[in-house]
């Protein structure tokens, strides 16, 4: 599944390096510091709306956000925002159609949903950090985060992240990140690694993990593994990060 994660392989519509991601295209980046109307292209490793006509598109999305409907499944939503929280027990079903149906590439079951069952049942899930994008009763969105380490030191690592395939591209993947962010910070975790793409993670300030000194499971992973140093990260945190043990269960 890794080689999909980091998009070396092209991508489906359920792509997993994000769910905001599409294999092939630009990255759509949106800083409200900066006047779009006037700065284009390339800028601090980011890249920006590649012209007036995609900024004035996002525009004209973003406006009508709060009024417009949206089709989740078979059902129609009508929602004035997105809403990310923790999971709960009545959620776990939903939440696994929701990773099943983004990464979807019609040859039987992702292995996402698979990875997502057994990550339940070890001893690296951390309730705390499965999160879901609600609009309006309606889930559309899942993150998680399951314990890692680094050398013997207990952080955590990010993945399976999934939207449904009708609302990717729409910020919510970007917005359960954020989340997850504060809530690893929040409960103490040093750091978040993840396995992506380093175009879209960067915007979070990921970076290559090489940079601070921690090696990838896989050496072959690259640049595509990288980790986000929290409020409890210090510079001896390095050493070989390990997922917790489904993930090495998956192909």
């Not at 109307?37 to 995609?54: E, F, H, I, L």
């Not at 973003?62 to 809403?83: N, P």
């Not at 889930?139 to 399951?146: A, D, M, P, Q, Y």
């Not at 690592?157 to 449904?164: K, R």
Request: net charge negative; glycine share 10%.
């Amino acid at each position: 599944f890794w080689r999909r994660w980091t998009g070396i392989e092209p991508a489906t519509e359920g792509s997993p390096l994000s769910p905001a991601l599409k294999a092939g295209e630009p990255t759509r980046y949106s800083d409200t510091s900066v006047n779009h109307d006037t700065r284009w292209g390339q800028s601090a490793g980011r890249r920006w709306y590649p012209s007036t006509q995609a900024w004035s598109s996002h525009q004209r999305r973003t406006r009508s956000c709060e009024v417009r409907a949206l089709h989740v499944g078979w059902s129609l939503v009508s929602f004035a925002m997105v809403i990310v929280r923790r999971e709960r027990a009545e959620d776990m079903e939903r939440v696994r159609s929701i990773q099943s149906a983004a990464f979807d590439q019609g040859n039987g079951e992702p292995v996402e949903a698979r990875l997502l069952d057994g990550l339940r049942a070890c001893d690296g899930w951390i309730p705390e950090l499965s999160l879901v994008a609600a609009a309006a009763d309606t889930l559309v969105g899942h993150n998680v985060c399951t314990r890692g380490y680094v050398d013997e030191v207990e952080c955590v690592g990010l993945g399976p992240i999934a939207v449904v395939p009708e609302l990717q591209r729409d910020g919510i993947g970007s917005a359960m990140m954020h989340a997850m962010i504060g809530a690893a910070d929040a409960l103490g975790h040093p750091l978040i690694a993840l396995l992506g793409s380093p175009d879209y993670y960067c915007r979070f300030g990921f970076v290559a993990s090489s940079e601070l000194g921690i090696e990838p499971p896989d050496p072959a992973w690259g640049v595509y593994f990288q980790a986000l140093p929290l409020s409890g990260w210090n510079e001896t945190m390095t050493g070989l990060f390990r997922y917790a043990a489904p993930f090495n269960e998956v192909d």
